[in-house]
């Protein structure tokens, strides 16, 4: 069957462009740009890739990014005493903490440092409670960034049944959150369902974000399922590896990501993007 490609990395670029343009306009207007500060804890070599591409991608769209590294052994109060002066510099619009931090530091603490207007992430409390009742300002990047894809792939997301592979307060969570606002029926898979391939094959739609490579095959899904793999596993040999196998999913599947270049670059899309809200929404 011919199945549709969902090119992540077409559709960030055309993201990241408009956000190009609006920046470009704040800056006009204000005679400043747009700035993220990016916190790093310790030395996941994974959390300093992303960072660097986090802060690569603020220089494509005209913003200032600035970055605060730590070694591992830095204390919480450092790191929440860093938000709080970044919290109210009026310079800095963005500020995002890279997860996962050192394992004596509270995650719950340093996000609720965070101000809730500058939370691009959208992992605040406050942020991720809105998000359940009316739709927050700034909603998490990655599951956002699902929603994006379905929409410009054209799924038909009302009515539809969806599978969340995965309940991460990052993914899991929100992106089941945004597919009830879709008015999508909407049933949440982690590591203890049982059968779960029962409810794939009902599934018009996928989204995963389980972390066990190709995990899905084909023979799992509903012929014509729209199919979005937020994995990343690295495999042995160095390659990365989606949650989905691709091989066999695309004989069956209707529409479906890539791994790479499928979630990865709306992820960073949408960070500017949420970047930009704040931003103008602190200029009023
Ligand atoms: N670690 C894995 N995913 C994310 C993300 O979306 N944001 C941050 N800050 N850390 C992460």
Redesign the pocket.
Known sequence: MAYQLIDGKAIAREVRIEVKRRANEFFINTGVKPKLAVILAGDNPA?QV?VASKKKACGWVGMESASYEFPSSVSEKEIIDTIYALNEDKSVNGI?????LPKHISEENVLRAVSKDKDV?G?HPMNAGELMRKGANLE???PAGCIYLLKKAGALLSGANAVVIGRSN?VGKPVAMMLLRENCTVTICHSKTKNLKDYLQNADIVVSAMGRARAITGDMLKKGAYVIDVGINRMEDGTIAGDVDFESAKEVAGAITPVPGGVGPM?IAMLMNNTMIAAEKQYG
């Not at 995002?96 to 996962?100: A, H, I, K, W």
């Open positions: 959390s992303y995002l903490v890279q997860l996962p992430d992992f998490p990047c990655t990052i992820t």
